[in-house]
């Protein structure tokens, strides 16, 4: 049974920082991901990473704040997420594919239940 388990959420001020992870089961995934829905919005695209690690992408409005990385040997993705603002707040969902490369949620094929991050002004 394939198993995505987000962990990290939580409620920070503005500038802090949080750690997100995700811990894949049942499955060796090619493409792990992470995604955020805020309030009265559509789910977006933050990060992704391949398997090696060596290739990752991020949304522009967390390039340079957000760091995504990966043990391939734990099945495990995490986000760093610094200088946090009120716009990140929002429920993040773990993503992972086998081997499809994407930013859009139709190329994942798993998903994790999410976890809440709120950032407070």
């Known amino acids: 049974q394939v198993q995505l388990v987000e962990s990290g959420g939580g409620l920070v001020q503005a500038g802090g920082s949080l750690k997100l992870s995700c811990r894949a089961s049942g499955r060796i995934f090619g493409v792990m991901g992470w995604f955020r829905q805020a309030p009265g919005k559509e789910r977006e695209f933050v990060a992704a990473i391949n398997w090696s690690g060596e290739i990752t992408h991020y949304a522009d409005s967390v390039k340079g704040r957000f760091t995504i990385s990966r043990d391939s040997a734990k099945n495990m993705v995490s986000l760093q997420m610094n200088s946090l603002n009120p716009e990140d707040t929002a429920v993040y969902y773990c993503?992972?594919?086998?081997?499809?490369?994407?930013?859009?949620?139709?190329?994942?094929?798993?998903w994790g239940q999410g976890t809440q991050v709120t950032v407070s002004s």
């Open positions: 993503a992972a594919d086998t081997s499809t490369w994407g930013t859009r949620e139709v190329e994942y094929d798993y």
